[in-house]
């Protein structure tokens, strides 16, 4: 599954699901990375963050609009009621886009991909867990073996190299 590390939203199928946003879409490697969850303002974001709060979802708010008290004399815009990004990590967007179904007044893009989002956190423990399994002992083992390997490979070409010109130069 990919997503804009810049702005933080999933990309679904191959389309380009937001626009203005031109960052390269990259993929997701791990359980924890931050996604955006959903934009929400006013009462449904204090409503959110308490709920995300209340079930213990780590969640962080970022700023869509530039914030300070310069921002809010120019522009107008209250900072605390303007329109925040909600992040919350990758393994807890099932949990958290429950809750904000629970919101009416807020979009939920996120619930109609749910399946291919759960599948991916589930991939993404098993390969999580997969390279826990395997021992510190064994991890250095391989390393040393493959290091090795390449060492003698490249002997092989040196070697190899050196035998064909002596025999180039033989015919001469």
Same mark, same amino acid.
């Given at each position: 599954?990919?997503?804009c590390k810049v702005c933080k939203r999933l990309c679904f199928g191959d389309t380009m699901p937001f626009d203005g946003c031109k960052h390269k879409l990259r993929e997701i490697e791990?359980?924890?990375?931050?996604?955006?969850?959903?934009?929400?303002?006013?009462?449904?974001?204090?409503?959110?963050?308490?709920?995300?709060?209340?079930?213990?979802?780590?969640?962080?708010?970022?700023?869509?609009?530039?914030?300070?008290?310069?921002?809010?004399?120019?522009?107008?815009?209250?900072?605390?009621?303007?329109?925040?990004?909600?992040?919350?990590? %990758?393994?807890?967007?099932?949990?958290?886009?429950?809750?904000?179904?629970?919101?009416?007044?807020?979009?939920?893009?996120?619930?109609?991909?749910?399946?291919?989002?759960?599948?991916?956190?589930?991939?993404?423990?098993?390969?999580?867990?997969?390279?826990?399994?395997?021992?510190?002992?064994?991890?250095?083992?391989?390393?040393?073996?493959?290091?090795?390997? %390449?060492?003698?490979?490249?002997?092989?070409?040196?070697?190899?190299?050196?035998?064909?010109?002596?025999?180039?130069?033989?015919? %001469?």
């Amino acid at each position: 599954m990919k997503y804009c590390k810049v702005c933080k939203r999933l990309c679904f199928g191959d389309t380009m699901p937001f626009d203005g946003c031109k960052h390269k879409l990259r993929e997701i490697e791990d359980i924890n990375e931050p996604v955006r969850l959903c934009i929400a303002g006013g009462t449904e974001r204090a409503m959110l963050t308490g709920m995300l709060k209340d079930a213990e979802i780590p969640y962080v708010e970022e700023n869509i609009q530039p914030q300070g008290v310069a921002n809010e004399i120019v522009t107008g815009y209250d900072v605390k009621l303007s329109n925040i990004s909600v992040v919350v990590p %990758f393994s807890a967007l099932p949990k958290a886009s429950e809750l904000l179904s629970a919101i009416e007044t807020l979009n939920n893009e996120i619930e109609p991909h749910m399946d291919e989002i759960k599948a991916a956190i589930e991939k993404l423990k098993a390969e999580k867990e997969e390279a826990k399994q395997m021992k510190p002992a064994l991890r250095t083992t391989i390393k040393v073996i493959t290091a090795l390997l %390449f060492l003698a490979a490249v002997a092989l070409v040196v070697f190899g190299t050196d035998a064909i010109t002596s025999w180039i130069k033989g015919l %001469f």
